[in-house]
């Protein structure tokens, strides 16, 4: 696992960069920050440069995904990690609160949970911080005349939304269904539900696959979107028949459910990519007296005999597939980078005052978007080479 750590680290070149400016210029001298974020490589790399930068940094995982070795990891290199691995949510809302027990000057929230533990028990001194998500934004935004500190949003930037959203959820989708099922992407029929950032990405690597896609969205100004785009937009029912794989990716819950275990085609593929594993509603498809039989077929795939004869197969259980799946590798190293580079001039930005408490559950302000492209262009062409 280290190998793998020190892979991700040493990948992430925007954040090397970042973290080398930092020990010269110490933007976090003297303060502590908490973070909230899922304790796997990829934010190990990001912990890391903040303390390059002076921080003292006091962190707790996520439910479900914390990986022991990356505790292990930055507990070697002076990182205090409260808690350990948990589904409970009870257990996971403690550490939560130790973190905030030691009075960080800065948070790194995913989801609001900190800065809303925050609003509830406030103390002196926090400066503000950054949220990584769109869930966060909406349960902080109702919040802002109560929270009035800044607090920049990653998820908004444009930044992430094509590069993390759109690239790398889709490209990291077809990688996963490839691992788990060592199936064929030529020819197939595919339908994805939901034609936002991710929905297209998904969409786009399918059909450079050389797969038949479909897309399937409530709003249609996405389904034109879609058609515009070159993608078929059938009925919802017919795209669902006529479908060897289906994607779905909306957010919302219950998107394919037990009515339409009798539309589905024999051995239909069912995968989740959107954040909450509700889009299948995998109990009300196992539980309908249509379904005779599921049971484990594989690693990562469940498969459910019918009454008529024909077999759906379930991804990952319906969680993320590209976070869930057996030897769940995210996301691209690369999309990543970006993101925490984002995080981090963020974080910066609000130690050093240059965000406002009018900047209170706001996008990443447009110059440290421009700051991060600019570097990560810098990467791809350094000064004097001929380019591509
Ligand atoms: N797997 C990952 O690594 C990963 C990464 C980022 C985001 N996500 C998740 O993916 C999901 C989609 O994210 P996004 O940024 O594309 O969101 P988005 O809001 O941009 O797009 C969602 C689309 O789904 C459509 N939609 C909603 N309900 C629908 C329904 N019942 N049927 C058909 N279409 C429906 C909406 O009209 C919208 O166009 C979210 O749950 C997000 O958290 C996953």
Redesign the pocket.
């Known amino acids: 696992m280290n190998d793998r750590i020190e892979w991700v680290r040493s990948s992430c070149q925007l954040l090397a960069r970042i973290g080398r400016e930092f020990e010269q210029t110490q933007p976090f001298r003297g303060l502590t920050i908490g973070t909230g974020i899922h304790l796997e490589p990829k934010t190990v790399a990001l912990i890391l440069v903040l303390q390059q930068g002076g921080a003292e940094v006091v962190a707790t995982g996520n439910l479900n995904t914390t990986q022991p070795a990356a505790v292990d990891y930055v507990r070697a290199r002076g990182i205090k990690v409260i808690g350990q691995p948990t589904s409970d949510p009870d257990q996971h809302g403690s550490y939560q609160r130790q973190v905030l027990a030691e009075k960080p000057d800065l948070l790194l929230d995913n989801g609001g949970d900190l800065f809303d533990l925050f609003r509830q028990n406030r103390y002196d001194g926090l400066l503000g911080g950054s949220e990584e998500t769109?869930s966060g934004r909406m349960r902080l935004a109702p919040l802002r005349d109560e929270l009035r500190m800044p607090i920049l949003v990653i998820n908004d930037s444009p930044i992430k939304q094509f590069a993390?959203?759109e690239h790398a959820?889709g490209q990291?989708v077809l990688e996963s269904y490839m691992r788990i099922t060592n199936r064929v992407t030529n020819g197939q029929c595919v339908t994805v539900?939901?034609?936002?950032?991710?929905?297209r990405g998904v969409a786009a690597n399918f059909k450079a696959a050389h797969s038949r896609v479909s897309v399937?969205?409530?709003?249609p100004v996405?389904r034109l979107q879609a058609h515009l785009d070159g993608y078929a937009t059938p009925a919802r029912d017919a795209a669902v028949a006529s479908a060897d794989l289906i994607v779905t990716?909306?957010?919302?819950p219950r998107?394919l459910d037990a009515r339409d275990l009798l539309l589905f085609k024999d051995r239909v593929l069912l995968v989740n990519?959107?954040?909450?594993p509700w889009e299948i509603d995998r109990a009300a498809l196992i539980g309908n007296p249509t379904t005779l039989e599921a049971k484990r077929t594989g690693d990562g795939i469940e498969s459910l005999r019918l009454t008529n004869g024909r077999v759906v197969h379930l991804l990952a259980e319906g969680h993320?597939v590209?976070?869930a799946g057996p030897r769940p590798l995210g996301?691209s190293i690369e999309s990543m980078d970006l993101g925490f580079a984002l995080q981090a001039r963020c974080l910066e930005a609000v130690a050093r005052g240059e965000a406002t408490a009018d900047a209170c559950v706001v996008p990443v302000p447009r110059a440290i978007d421009e700051r991060v492209a600019a570097a990560y262009l810098d990467l791809c062409y350094p000064p004097g080479s001929a380019g591509p």
């Not at 399937?216 to 709003?219: F, L």
């Not at 990519?273 to 909450?276: D, E, R």
């Open positions: 769109t993390e959203n959820v990291s539900f939901g034609y936002g950032a991710c929905g399937i969205d409530r709003d996405k990716v909306t957010g919302a998107v990519a959107g954040h909450f993320m590209n976070l996301n």
